[in-house]
């Protein structure tokens, strides 16, 4: 069965401290991973990855994605008490569309 | 503000009841995803439609049903309800013909079942 792993499930840093949280993937007919953040409700999308190697970044997040070790990692620099939220791995297979989460990693930053 | 608008925003209820949850996709995006969400289960596909029709299934009990109508937006129909059934339930839109999993979600209805 398809799945996906979230590591840690929870993380509490201070202000300012780098994170990176992880993704392992076990999926048949693999087409996308994607991240999202959740703060208090809605998860909002960070990052679509399809492909092996090519670092997406959008400001101080950065995600990367290894087909052939099957993981992903989501990168959280200078962290801010904003970025404190779950952050969800996600992914979709071909020939189906359904959006497959995994459970979260709760992070906190400390003032 | 992602554009999905998800109503009620919260739902008391005694079981053996019966609720209705109403999704109105963003402008434009024909996909409509439900998503349960629950403490000890993370966040579980329930079904998909586009366009009108049903595109995939997940974990959706027997005693929920959904549809979408002309208009695109779409209800989760939630019957015989269990204290188990208590959840946030989210509705999510998709602007692509197929999912590649960006996906725009509501702000979630939390249903309490008592």
């Known amino acids: 069965e398809d799945k996906v792993v979230q590591s840690p499930l929870s993380l509490v840093v201070h202000e300012g401290d780098t994170v990176t949280l992880n993704c392992s993937y076990e999926v048949t007919n693999f087409r996308s991973l994607l991240w999202y953040k959740q703060e208090k409700k809605a998860p909002t999308f960070l990052f679509m990855l399809t492909s092996s190697g090519i670092e997406k970044k959008s400001g101080r997040l950065s995600s990367i994605l290894d087909k052939k070790e099957l993981f992903s990692i989501l990168n959280i620099t200078a962290t801010q008490t904003g970025d404190s939220a779950i952050y969800l791995c996600a992914f979709v297979n071909f020939g189906n569309e359904k959006l497959t989460f995994g459970t979260g990693t709760r992070l906190t930053i400390i003032p | 503000d992602s554009g999905v608008t998800q109503t009620p925003k919260h739902l008391i209820t005694a079981t053996g009841q019966r609720v209705t949850l109403r999704c109105s996709p963003r402008?434009?995006?024909?996909?409509v995803y439900w998503y349960q969400q629950s403490l000890d289960q993370g966040l579980q596909f329930l079904i998909q439609?586009?366009?009108?029709?049903?595109?995939a299934k997940g974990n959706i009990l027997e005693r929920f049903s959904a549809q979408q109508f002309p208009d695109l937006h779409s209800e989760l129909n939630l019957s015989s309800l269990e204290l188990g059934d208590s959840a946030l339930y989210f509705c999510?839109?998709?602007?692509?013909?197929?999912?590649?999993?960006?996906?725009?979600f509501g702000e979630g209805s939390r249903l309490t079942v008592l």
């Open positions: 999510a839109s998709s602007p692509r013909t197929t999912n590649t999993g960006e996906l725009f």
């Open positions: 402008s434009g995006d024909l996909s």
């Open positions: 439609y586009y366009n009108g029709e049903e595109r």
